[in-house]
């Protein structure tokens, strides 16, 4: 089994920035698509951005386009999420998981194993 660990979340205020980690276990990490989603308090969790295990092509939410950005090294068994320009709807949890399929990759189900999660809060 795998075991992914965020961190780097915490409090920022609008148009402000941060960089979220993930950290797997393991040594099949670059073998495992990742992705990010996250999820607000009353709403379902939503997906973010994801990386295929080659690290070759990234996809995003049209609501993150252009403001954040995925990768992963290798060597470091970490995927990152750099988030610029935050605005206050991008407050919740986020979440990282990992998937062994290469499918579907921007819906939940699709992955095999997720992060505890951790808090972003952008204030205004």
């Known amino acids: 089994q795998v075991q992914l660990v965020e961190s780097g979340g915490g409090l920022v205020q609008a148009g402000g920035s941060l960089r979220l980690s993930c950290t797997t276990s393991?040594?099949?990490?670059?073998?495992?698509?990742m992705g990010w989603f996250r999820q607000a308090p009353g709403k379902e969790r939503e997906f973010v951005a994801a990386i295929t295990w080659s690290g070759g092509i990234t996809y995003y939410a049209d609501s993150v386009k252009g403001r954040f950005t995925i990768s992963r090294d290798y060597a470091m068994n970490t995927v990152y999420l750099q988030m610029n320009s935050l605005k206050p709807e991008d407050t919740a949890i986020y979440y990282c998981a990992a998937d062994s399929s290469g499918i579907t990759l921007t819906k939940p189900r699709a992955y095999d194993y997720w992060g505890q999660g951790t808090q972003v809060t952008v204030s205004s």
């Open positions: 393991g040594r099949t990490f670059n073998r495992y698509s």
